[in-house]
């Protein structure tokens, strides 16, 4: 008896001191790992060429106090706010940068704070191709626009979150989180996670650069939505839809709306498909109708903005909602894989039915009148 116990008590010490060696080790490696990502915090930030911009535009720098020179050129008045710490500065730089390439296509490295590819599962998404302008869409006068998804308006706006889809009171933080999810077809970011943070420490900024006050709506924040009793009320239609987006839309965001990516750059972003955003997404007609129109007729077609009718732009997004793209975080395994399917298939079903319409003649299309992106 008394071996075979002494047996089963080194068994047990071995085994417990091979668990404790993996998790030890395991726990030395998140130590270290979290090291580095601590270490690049500290790291000066390598800025989006239209990071760059916008900030010498702003002039962001750090100090005691910090002064727009858009407020004094737009109002004449020089406005002294509470100035940035170098710790600051990063932060809001990297949350520009999340926003502009949040695929983090210009990071050196995968670890870099504000790549946020890991947060995304298409290949195309960026925040800015809805929040245009890096958050703060202008005309040429520094004008901000009407309905242009500001982020700086949205945190200016933080006194009142009340979200009316879901009858809830969310925080700015939150809203990134769906933006995160459904508009991006992502992963949602931890609450705490630095790049959730930037993100706010940008708009913060931004607020301040654009002299807007807290606690106030502007025009320039959300969509600028279009319902049906906006329109001439001939019912939202698919055929007019697909025309409609084959003449005005297809030569930069394709003919099945996949979007046109040149050499691993995403040109014009895909409406369409596996990139795009998904069906809980409010961009989605069929799950909420207003919005999706609403940002056609602001802000598309790209250099002829505004000149759709209220009716096309219904007409148009409810056309692109019948193409299939991924389905919603709350839709379950059958419909993902169901999506799945007609993703896959659909383009082909499109080819076998209309073979006329290559993709080559759709390039054809307007050629005549080359558009260029931004
Ligand atoms: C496909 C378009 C699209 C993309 C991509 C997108 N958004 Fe949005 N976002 C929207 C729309 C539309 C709304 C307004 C929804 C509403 O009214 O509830 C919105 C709302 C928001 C809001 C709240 C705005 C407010 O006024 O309160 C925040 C914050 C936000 N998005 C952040 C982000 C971030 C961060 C990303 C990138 C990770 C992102 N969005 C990507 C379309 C998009
Ligand atoms: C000249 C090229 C061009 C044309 C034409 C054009 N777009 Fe776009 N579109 C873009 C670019 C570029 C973006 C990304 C935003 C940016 O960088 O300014 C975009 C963004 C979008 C987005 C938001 C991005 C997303 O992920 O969903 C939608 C929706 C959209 N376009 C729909 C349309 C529709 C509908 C039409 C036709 C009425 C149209 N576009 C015509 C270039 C174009």
Excluded at 20 to 48: D, N, S
Excluded at 135 to 163: E, F, H
Excluded at 290 to 316: A, H, V, Y
Excluded at 353 to 368: G, K, M, V
């Amino acid at each position: 008896m008394k071996p075979h116990m002494k047996h089963g008590t080194i068994k047990k010490l071995v085994s417990t001191s091979v668990v404790i060696t993996i998790l030890g080790g395991l726990y030395l490696v998140a130590l270290a790992k979290h090291e580095t990502r601590a270490a690049f915090r500290e790291q000066p930030v390598t800025l989006t060429i239209g990071c760059n911009q916008k900030f010498q535009k702003y002039n962001l720098q750090a100090g005691d106090s910090y002064t727009s020179p858009y407020v004094t050129q737009q109002t004449g008045q020089t406005i002294r706010l509470a100035g940035y710490s170098e710790q600051d500065i990063r932060a809001i730089q990297r949350g520009c940068n999340i926003i502009d390439d949040t695929l983090g296509q210009d990071a050196k490295l995968d670890i870099e704070r504000w790549n946020s590819k890991r947060y995304i599962r298409g290949k195309q998404t960026s925040c800015d191709h809805c929040h245009q302008g890096i958050g703060d869409k202008q005309n040429d006068k520094g004008q901000r626009l009407v309905g242009s998804l500001s982020m700086a308006a949205s945190w200016s706006n933080g006194g009142d979150t009340y979200d009316r889809f879901t009858g809830l009171l969310l925080p700015f933080e939150l809203r990134q989180m769906q933006c995160f999810i459904n508009s991006s077809n992502g992963y949602k970011p931890n609450i705490a996670d630095d790049i959730i943070r930037d993100i706010t420490a940008y708009s913060r900024f931004l607020s301040g650069a654009l002299g807007l006050k807290y606690h106030t709506r502007y025009a320039e924040q959300g969509i600028d939505e279009v319902s049906v009793s906006m329109t001439e009320k001939r019912g939202d239609d698919y055929v007019r839809g697909a025309a409609l987006f084959k003449q005005k839309c297809a030569k930069c965001h394709g003919k099945d709306g996949r979007g046109t990516v040149v050499n691993g750059r995403v040109i014009f972003p895909a409406v369409a498909g596996p990139d795009s955003f998904n069906k809980q997404s409010r961009n989605y007609f069929r799950f909420v109708s207003t919005i999706l129109p609403g940002f056609i007729c602001r802000n598309m077609p790209l250099g002829q903005e505004g000149s759709l009718k209220s009716q096309e732009c219904r007409d148009i997004a409810f056309y692109i909602s019948n193409l299939p793209r991924p389905a919603g975080d709350r839709e379950g395994p059958v419909t993902a894989a169901w999506q799945q399917m007609m993703m896959f298939a659909m383009p082909k079903l499109i080819a076998f039915f209309n073979p006329e319409t290559t993709s080559a003649q759709i390039n054809n299309l307007d050629n005549s009148q080359n558009s260029s992106p931004k």
